[in-house]
C-alpha cells in the first residue's frame, strides 16, 4: 500500500536504498547500471563525495534565503561559472528549481522583451513537431509531444510547429545531409512569414532531441541557417539544453557543436546532478538590458529560485567536470558507447538507427530495416525492453511514440560522465540481451 501518487498507477516500484558510482542498490540489494543517468540527471553518478561535501558545508551555513531578500554566496558564485563558462553574449543567468520551470521563465522572458520594445505585437511562438520542452502548460504548449499535449489542449496557448530535423525520417532519398539541413530549416522561415514576421516572438528547440525522438542530432548547417532565419526577421532563438546540455554531448553545450549561440538558453539536469533540483535560464545581454533600461525588473519568480542547497550542489557539480576533465571522458566514452552500440546492433534485424552525441545516445527498433516500419504502437515494446533491462540491473530510458507520438519505439541512452570502458560494455551486453528478451516477448 502506497500513498504516492505514483507516475504509473498499479505498478509496484523497487525501493532505491543507496547509490555509489554509476549504480543504485535497491533494498533487496539489488544493484542497477544506471545507464541513463535516470533521465539523463545523474552526471556524476551517485554519492560523488566532492558534491555530498559541499552540500554538507551550505547545510552547515545557510540552507535557506528568499531571493526577494537576500542574495547568497552559492548564487553569485554559480552564476560566475555559469557566465563564465557561457555561449557568446550570454551576461546573465536566472536560477530556478527544474527545465520545465526554466522554459515557462523563457518563454515570459521572450514575451517581457519585445514589450519593453514597444513590439507588442509580438505573440507566436513556434517549435518543431516531436519536441519536448517540460510539462508546465507554457511548456507543454510549446513542446511537440502529441501524447503528452492530448488531454490538456483545451488548456494550452495557441502555438505553432513545423517538422523536427530528423534525417532517419525526413531526409529524401539522394538529399545530402546538407541539402536536408537547408531544407529543414527553410520550413521555419516558411511559417514565419505565413505568421507574419512582425507577430513572432521565438523559435524555440532542443539542439539534440531529448526524449520524445531519442538523441537526434541536427543536420550539418541546420542551425546556422536557423540563426540566420531568426535574426533576418527579429525572432528570438531558445535552444532548450535541459537534457543534451552541461556536457552531455561531449561540449559543455551542445551548441558550440553547431557554432551558434542563442538569445536565450534553457539549462538544468546536468547542471545539479540530480543532487539538488536545480534549473536556470542564460539570457543574452540585450535581453538583460531590455529589461534593466525599461522596467527595471523580471515580471516572474519562484519561491525556491536560487536556493543556496542547490546552488551549492550545482556549483560543486560543474566544477568537478572541470577539475576532473570529464568532457573529455564523456568524448572518448562516447565515441567508445556508439563503436560498441554499432557492433552489437549494427546488423541486428529489429534496429533501424544508431544515433547521438557523446554519452547521449539512442537506438530505434523497428519491424522492417528496410521500410523502418516501426512496430504495432499496441505491443509496447518500448516498456518491454524498460522491463527486460530492469529485471538484469539496467536502467535504460525507452519511449514510444518517436515517430508522430503514436508510433515508433527507441531506448535513450545517457550514462554519468564518470563511465568506464567496461561498464560501457556491459551496458550494451546487458541491452543487447534485453531488446531480444523484449522483441521475443
Known amino acids: 500500500m502506497t500513498h504516492i501518487l505514483h507516475r504509473q498507477i498499479g505498478g509496484t516500484l523497487p525501493v532505491a536504498a543507496g547509490g555509489a558510482g554509476i549504480e543504485i542498490v535497491d533494498s533487496t540489494g539489488k544493484r542497477y547500471i544506471d ?8 552526471c556524476l553518478g551517485h554519492g560523488h563525495p566532492a558534491v555530498t561535501q559541499a552540500l554538507h558545508q551550505q547545510l552547515d551555513k545557510l540552507a535557506y534565503a528568499h531571493t526577494g531578500f537576500f542574495t547568497t554566496e552559492a548564487a553569485e558564485k554559480l552564476g560566475d561559472r555559469l557566465i563564465e563558462d557561457a555561449p557568446k553574449g550570454m551576461s546573465h543567468v536566472y536560477l530556478v528549481s527544474g527545465g520545465s520551470e526554466a522554459v515557462e521563465a523563457a518563454l515570459k522572458m521572450a514575451r517581457q522583451y519585445f514589450t519593453e520594445r514597444g513590439e507588442t505585437g509580438r505573440r507566436h511562438i513556434i517549435a518543431r513537431r516531436q519536441s519536448y520542452h517540460g510539462n508546465t502548460l507554457g511548456a507543454l504548449a510549446t513542446g511537440g509531444n502529441a501524447w503528452r499535449r492530448a488531454p490538456f489542449s483545451p488548456l494550452l496557448i495557441e502555438t505553432h510547429h513545423i517538422d523536427p530535423c530528423f534525417a532517419y525520417r525526413f531526409q529524401e532519398p539522394g538529399e545530402t545531409d546538407a541539402a536536408y539541413g537547408r531544407r529543414a530549416a527553410d520550413a521555419l522561415e516558411a511559417k514565419i512569414l505565413e505568421l507574419g514576421a512582425d507577430s513572432v516572438l521565438a523559435f524555440v528547440a532542443e539542439t539534440v532531441v531529448g526524449a520524445t525522438a531519442g538523441a537526434v542530432p541536427p543536420a550539418p548547417g541546420y542551425f546556422k541557417r536557423i540563426r540566420e532565419i531568426c535574426d533576418r526577421y527579429g525572432v528570438l532563438l531558445i535552444l532548450d539544453e535541459v537534457m543534451c546540455g552541461m556536457g552531455r554531448t561531449g561540449t559543455l553545450h551542445a551548441c558550440e557543436q553547431e557554432g551558434i549561440a542563442p538569445d536565450l ?10 543532487y539538488q533540483p536545480i534549473g536556470a535560464v542564460l ?17 516572474h519568480g519562484h519561491t525556491y ?23 573529455a571522458n564523456v568524448q572518448s566514452m562516447g565515441a567508445l558507447l556508439q563503436r560498441r552500440l554499432g557492433e552489437r546492433f549494427g546488423n541486428h534485424p529489429h534496429v533501424g538507427d544508431i544515433r547521438g552525441r557523446g554519452l547521449f545516445q539512442a537506438v530505434e527498433l523497428v519491424e522492417d530495416r528496410s521500410t523502418k516500419a516501426p512496430f504495432d504502437p499496441a505491443r509496447k515494446l518500448h516498456a518491454k525492453v524498460k522491463k527486460a533491462a530492469m529485471a538484469r540491473g539496467l536502467m535504460v530510458y525507452p519511449m514510444g511514440g518517436t515517430i508522430d507520438g503514436q508510433r515508433g519505439d527507441h531506448v535513450l541512452l545517457a550514462p554519468p560522465f564518470i563511465v568506464t570502458a567496461d561498464q560501457i560494455g556491459e551496458i550494451v551486453d546487458r541491452l543487447g540481451s534485453a531488446i531480444d528478451d523484449a522483441l521475443g516477448a
Open 305 to 327: 529560485m536560487a536556493h543556496p542547497m542547490a546552488c551549492a550542489a550545482g556549483l560543486a557539480v560543474q566544477e568537478t567536470i572541470r577539475r576532473d576533465n570529464l568532457l
Open 35 to 42: 545507464a541513463s543517468g535516470g533521465a539523463a540527471v545523474s
Open 283 to 299: 539570457l543574452g545581454k540585450h535581453i538583460y538590458d531590455a529589461f534593466a533600461n525599461g522596467s527595471g525588473f523580471f515580471q
Open 265 to 274: 538558453m534553457t539549462i538544468a539536469k546536468g547542471l545539479g546532478g540530480g
